[in-house]
């Protein structure tokens, strides 16, 4: 097991572009990271780069401690988990485990006990024979993670491993991964762009847009203290609703107002200076569809069947929130509006800075 | 009522179909059927569709009284010793410009399209100068460097588009896995490629089995002559032309070549457009 | 989506050493030879010392004011032209039939592809007995037919000879266009002809709101290559004509190589081929622009 301390990485496939640039990140040995963004954000080529696939343009990759920079992928002690499974064709699952084995000069009688070891942790015993075009999706995923699996090594890097999958297979490998994790304690960077894989495998998300790093932290802090505007409207089903908005003083106490919206600010936030323009974040669970309150029109009611998505328009801007599935809205009706003021996020209308 | 009109319209079609795919078959028919029938029957009115007699004696005279055989036996060395000479080559070359992306292998791709569409009659004499000196002219090696400056470039096109459809991240997962760089390129690609090597191999082979003007220049003893000048002398030294003779001459020398397309059904469009029209 | 990784810069070395064999080959058997051929055609060769006088442009002069050049240029453009429009016609037309529902279409596929499969000296053959004199099929059909009354000289007279090797021709390479157009009809996706049926379109109307437009881009990249390989065609009308009768049929290619081996006029013959190569290298220039477009289309 190692830990990875990544400083003032950078990379330039194009001089002047970075994919990524002046990263810093630490991932604790035994720890679940995950790399979250959207396509192009540069957690690819993070991963790439902790692999030695890719040659950093700039900045350091310690494993343990040593510098590691220079190590061909062979020489790094990684294992990978590639999105398209990137098995072997021509080898039996067997063989397509054992191969980093043999690659590294272990003898027959000990391949074959440790193949047969992974097999059995993974379930995949009968299939050992098979070629991987005979396997479905699922499975071909299993040995995957086998070949990384077997070689014990100081950090596994997943690389979007679950994205091949359907809908339901995919909501049970991640809690076969979850385990995995759990009872093999190992080292694991992991890639995704699917925020909820991120929340409930990882303890801790590193969260990139547009080649840089712009917050790490537990599932908890990324959802409830995202660092800036970024975060906050990557994060979280449905999306964040943002609005532009002004803090004003009413009745001695500083509200942020936006139209007919006022939400008054709760003693001890720093950020709230009077007169600043700012971006109001609200989450669909901080808007409370209630008598009075601001005057709101139903535009869209969305059910789930275990609650209702609703969409209300305030003065012709749409706002997202949640209700009992039962609360029987209808399209037209008119309602009013709440706001908890607790679960208030306030965003630099310049930087997006979350403002404390 | 409509649907007798429409099933009419399609038993037309098929016909019609048919009359023109056999119309345009004629030739391969009226060669087989010349072959297999004595000399007397070439010069009936009207002549008969199929031979009243059938007969191997254009192929046994073929065989044992012309020097078919040594034209065949040439043939064969030239095509296989250009393709394993090429083959070799062209393998490392398209996996290079398959996974080396630069500018030197920019240069080089767009060298190998043009020089996939130059003329022979562009460099010939320059080859036939340059061997003649050498004193390779008149001889089998001599045919195999000739061959090289067409079936290089095509085999090299051929091989990338094959070394292409095979997934970069099986051999980045070989490397994570331990392997170096050719190590992978052995243990995962290769295997991976062999079906289009093979294809490849068996397009360069066709391409110099049938190949007619650098034989024409290069060969002029029936000891090196290879099929294609070798057949055309056939036809062109006896006093009276032996049709039977040259049919049973067509068959055997097109046999080989039917064979190999049999195995490469899968790969004609891309064997034979070579990258040219798909791009 | 990057494909490639920067191991490559890591392995740069290794892959120039890869392609290093062919290189070097290339130089040696294309780049040189081509050189050669360019300086061949300034200069004077003597046939049997091979000794070459420097003389200039003098053999380009003589190639462009011989009547011998311009008659060649325009047999060969009769041909390409000729031979273009029949394989390209009959390839799209058989094309379309085979991939329509066809009994045993296999068998008709492979029957169909024949005529390319052939060595181009066993399809000489064979013509040159359908188009015998005396006792050839086609003049036995065309007499019987009450076409002709007489036995036609197919290959020895003019414009019988032109219509022969292009008929040849057409045959021959045709099924490069069918194989060409069939793999492209297969990609076009069956839901777009399901939208122009749900739309109302009759068959007329799929074809040609659908299917022509949808083959444009391959059929310019068949034409423009067909040309090239028809323009630099040898072996079939050497072997067919000789270009003859007289020179009737001789196209560049056939020219080149009758001033360079029978007559063994060096410079003349390297000035042709590079003349032939400045017109050919006109198509290559649109070949590859089509190419580039229809890429980043």
Not at chain 1, 301 to 322: C, F, K, M, N, Q
Not at chain 3, 98 to 107: G, I
Not at chain 3, 221 to 228: G, P, Q, T
Request: charged share 15%; hydrophobic share 50%.
């Amino acid at each position: 097991m190692a830990s990875i301390t990544v400083s003032g990485l950078g990379k330039e496939y194009v001089r002047g572009t970075s994919a990524v640039a002046d990263l810093n990140l630490e991932v604790a040995e035994g720890e679940f990271l995950t790399l979250l963004g959207p396509s192009g954000c540069g957690k690819s080529t993070t991963l790439r780069m902790l692999a030695g696939l890719e040659t950093p343009t700039s900045g350091e990759i310690r494993f343990n401690g040593r510098v590691v920079n220079d190590l061909t992928p062979a020489e790094r002690n990684i294992a990978m988990v590639f999105q398209n499974y990137a098995l072997y064709p021509h080898m039996s699952v067997r063989e397509n485990i054992e191969y980093p084995l043999k690659k590294r000069g272990v003898d027959r009688a000990e391949r074959r006990r440790r193949s047969a070891a992974v097999a059995q942790l993974l379930q995949i015993e009968p299939l050992l024979d098979r070629k991987p075009r005979n396997l479905s999706g699922g499975q071909q995923q299993r040995v995957a993670l086998g070949r990384a699996l077997i070689r014990e090594p100081e950090v596994f890097l997943l690389d979007e491993p679950l994205s091949n999958l359907d809908a339901k297979l995919r909501s049970y490998m991640r809690a076969e991964l979850i385990e995995l994790h759990r009872r093999v304690r190992a080292t694991m960077v992991y890639v995704t762009h699917d925020q909820l894989e991120a929340m409930t495998m990882s303890d801790r998300i590193a969260i990139f847009d547009g080649g840089r790093l712009q917050q790490v932290g537990t599932p908890d802090e990324v959802y409830n203290h995202p660092a800036n505007r970024t975060v906050a409207a990557f994060i979280g089903t449905p999306a964040m609703n943002f609005l532009d908005g002004e803090i004003a003083p009413e009745g001695g106490a500083p509200v942020v107002r936006s139209g007919s919206i006022a939400i008054p600010i709760e003693a001890g936030r720093t950020g709230a200076s009077l007169g600043r323009r700012v971006a109001i974040g609200l989450r669909a669970e901080a808007i409370r569809i209630t008598e009075g309150g601001v005057p709101a029109r139903i535009e869209i009611v969305e059910p789930t069947g275990h609650e209702a998505i609703v969409t209300v328009s305030v003065d012709g801007r749409r706002l997202v929130t949640r209700t009992a599935p039962d609360s029987g809205f209808r399209v037209g009706d008119s309602v009013g509006l709440g706001f908890d003021a607790r679960r208030l996020h306030l965003f630099d209308a310049a930087t997006g800075d979350t403002l404390g | 009522m409509r649907a007798v009109v429409r099933h009419g319209g399609d038993l037309v079609r098929q016909v019609l179909t048919w009359a023109l795919v056999l119309a345009l078959s004629f030739p391969l028919f009226w060669l087989i059927s010349t072959a297999l029938r004595p000399d007397t029957e070439l010069f009936v009115r009207p002549p008969h569709l199929l031979p009243r007699t059938y007969t191997v004696d254009n192929f046994s005279k073929l065989l044992f009284e012309t020097p078919f055989l040594t034209y065949f036996r040439n043939s064969a060395i030239v095509a296989i010793s250009t393709t394993a000479f090429v083959i070799v080559i062209a393998v490392f070359a398209a996996y290079s410009l398959s996974r080396f992306r630069g500018r030197f292998s920019a240069v080089v791709e767009r060298m190998i399209l043009i020089t996939y569409l130059l003329p022979s009659v562009v460099i010939f004499l320059p080859i036939y100068l340059m061997l003649s000196r050498m004193g390779l002219a008149n001889s089998l090696p001599g045919l195999v460097v000739a061959y090289t400056t067409f079936a290089l470039p095509f085999a090299i096109w051929l091989l990338r588009s094959f070394v292409d459809s095979v997934p970069v991240e099986i051999e980045l997962a070989a490397m994570v896995d331990g392997a170096s760089r050719l190590g992978a390129f052995v243990d995962v690609v290769l295997p991976q490629l062999l079906p289009g090597i093979i294809s490849t191999a068996l397009f360069t082979a066709i391409l110099s089995w049938n190949e007619y003007l650098y034989a024409l220049i290069l060969t002029n003893s029936d000891a090196v002559k290879t099929l294609p000048p070798g057949v055309m002398t056939l036809l062109t030294s006896s006093y009276h032309i032996e049709w039977g003779l040259l049919m049973a001459a067509s068959v055997m020398m097109s046999a080989p070549v039917i064979l190999a397309f049999a195995f490469l059904q899968k790969h004609l469009t891309r064997g034979f457009g070579a990258g040219a029209v798909k791009g | 989506m990057k494909v490639a990784t920067d191991l490559e810069s890591r392995d740069r070395r290794l892959g120039i050493l890869l392609l290093l064999p062919a290189v070097v080959l290339f130089a040696l058997l294309i780049l040189y030879p081509f050189g050669n051929s360019l300086w061949l055609s300034f200069n004077r060769i003597n046939t049997m010392t091979l000794a070459s006088s420097f003389t200039g442009l003098s053999n380009y002069r003589e190639v462009l004011s011989s009547p011998e050049f311009w008659q060649s240029l325009v047999t060969t453009m009769v041909w390409t032209v000729g031979s273009l429009v029949l394989q390209v016609g009959l390839g799209v037309a058989v094309a379309l039939m085979l991939h329509q529902n066809l009994w045993f279409r296999s068998l008709a596929r492979g029957l169909i592809l024949f005529p390319y499969l052939l060595p181009m000296v066993v399809a000489v053959l064979v013509w040159k007995w359908l188009f015998n004199d005396l006792y050839g099929v086609i003049n036995h059909l065309l007499m019987s037919a009450g076409i002709i009354a007489m036995p036609v000289d197919w290959l020895g007279s003019m414009p019988n000879a032109m219509i022969a090797i292009i008929l040849i021709g057409g045959w021959k390479y045709f099924p490069f266009v069918v194989l060409a157009v069939l793999a492209r009809l297969q990609t076009i996706p069956e839901q777009l002809y399901e939208a122009a049926r749900v739309d109302g379109a009759s068959a007329f109307a799929r074809f040609f709101d659908i299917t022509l437009p949808q083959l444009r881009n391959v059929l310019a990249i068949i034409v423009l290559l067909r040309a090239i390989w028809d323009f630099k065609e040898f072996d079939l009308i050497y072997m067919m004509t000789g270009g003859g009768p007289v020179s009737s049929t001789e196209t560049l290619p056939l020219l080149v190589y009758k001033q360079a081996f029978p007559l063994m006029q060096m410079g003349k013959a390297a000035a042709t081929a590079m003349l032939m190569m400045a017109v050919m290298s006109l198509f290559m220039v649109v070949y590859f622009r089509a190419r580039r477009r229809f890429e980043d289309a």
